[in-house]
Each structure stands twice: as structure tokens, then as C-alpha cells.
């Protein structure tokens, strides 16, 4: 979980939360969710904001919420368009939505022993009527349908292969995997 620490302007928060304001690097090595997410699309656009030069997002994260997920990975896709270069690291792992965000960058590295995940989307339905679970199982396709795209669109192999890969289970990968099937751009330490 991300360090809550109430004055977001203070130091030594960046510094518990794995924040360079000077180096231009962020370490998203917690679960995915809103409040972490918060923290580190604050810092990518206070770095926007004094330099176009590119920003590192090194990530080792088990995955978590696919909605705090997105929401990184699209401030990602604009923060690129206006100019500022994303560059994302895989370091130890990069599981489930942290492999989406890992997907956002502009270079996508891995250091040599990173383990990749990829599954279906999944959700927990909770205590609901039956109409709530069949809306639920609709939102979930589609979601399951779009982190697929992004990662189809990003790699060198069918949705086919990814369909099949995924299918009922947690597909890992190795950093050279990683290489070959186009998800990682280059690797450290080989």
C-alpha cells in the first residue's frame, strides 16, 4: 500500500513513496489502487510541468485495481502525446494491471530475472441480485476485451496466442519471453 502522508508538497512524502522529483524517476512497487495511482499521476504531471525530459516508471507490482490501472496508463498515453516520454521498467515483477501500465511506455525495459503475468480480468461480484451479476459479467468482458487489445497491440503475437495462453489461468513469462513476443524492449543485465 502507498504511504498516505498528508502535505503531498513535503520531500520526504516523495521519498516514502519511491519519488525523484530531481531524477525524474517513480518506483510503483505496491498494489494498484487509488491511492497509489493518485500519488504517481500527481508526480508524473508536476515533472511535466518543469521539464520534457523523459520520466522512468520502475515497476514491481503484484497488479490490483483495474480502474486506478487504466486511469495511470492513460495519463501515460497523454502525458506522451503533449511530448513528455514515459519510459517504464519491469524490475522483480510485473503481474496482472502492472503489466498494462508496463505496456504504456514509450521504451519498455526489463531488468534480466523480471517474471511477467498476464490472466483474465476478474472480479469479485460480492453479494449482489442477478441482474447486478449479469451487468457485472458484461463490464468485465469488456474490460478483459480492452487490456487484451493493449496487450495485443503491443507485442508481436495473435490474439490467438494470448487468448489461448490465458484461457482459465495466470500466463508468466520471463524477460526474454518478454523479448520475443514484442512486450519488452530491451533488457539490463544480460
Excluded at 517513480?26 to 508536476?46: C, N, T
Excluded at 478483459?144 to 484461457?167: A, G, L, M
Aim: glycine share 8%; net charge negative.
Amino acid at each position: 500500500m502507498a504511504p498516505k502522508i498528508k502535505s503531498h508538497e513535503n520531500s520526504l512524502f516523495y521519498i516514502e513513496a519511491g519519488i525523484d522529483l530531481i531524477g525524474r524517476k517513480i518506483m510503483l512497487d505496491y498494489d494498484i489502487d487509488e491511492d497509489s495511482v493518485g500519488i504517481v499521476i500527481r508526480a508524473l504531471h508536476k515533472m511535466s510541468e518543469s521539464s520534457s525530459a523523459p520520466i522512468g516508471l520502475i515497476i514491481n507490482s503484484q497488479g490490483g485495481e483495474i480502474g486506478a490501472g487504466m486511469a495511470l496508463y492513460d495519463t501515460i498515453k497523454l502525458l506522451q502525446q503533449n511530448g513528455i516520454d514515459i519510459i517504464t521498467y519491469g524490475l522483480g515483477r510485473v503481474c496482472s494491471m502492472s503489466l498494462i501500465i508496463f505496456l504504456a511506455g514509450k521504451e519498455r525495459i526489463s531488468y534480466l530475472n523480471t517474471r511477467f503475468m498476464h490472466h483474465q480480468a476478474s472480479t469479485d461480484l460480492g453479494q449482489s441480485d442477478v441482474e447486478s451479476m449479469k451487468n457485472n459479467l458484461k463490464e468485465i468482458e469488456i474490460i478483459d476485451k480492452v487490456c487484451n487489445d493493449i496487450v495485443i497491440h503491443n507485442s508481436r503475437k495473435s490474439r490467438k496466442f494470448w487468448e489461448e495462453q490465458i484461457k482459465g489461468k495466470e500466463f508468466w513469462f520471463s524477460a526474454d519471453e518478454g523479448m520475443r513476443f514484442g512486450i519488452v524492449t530491451a533488457i539490463i543485465g544480460k
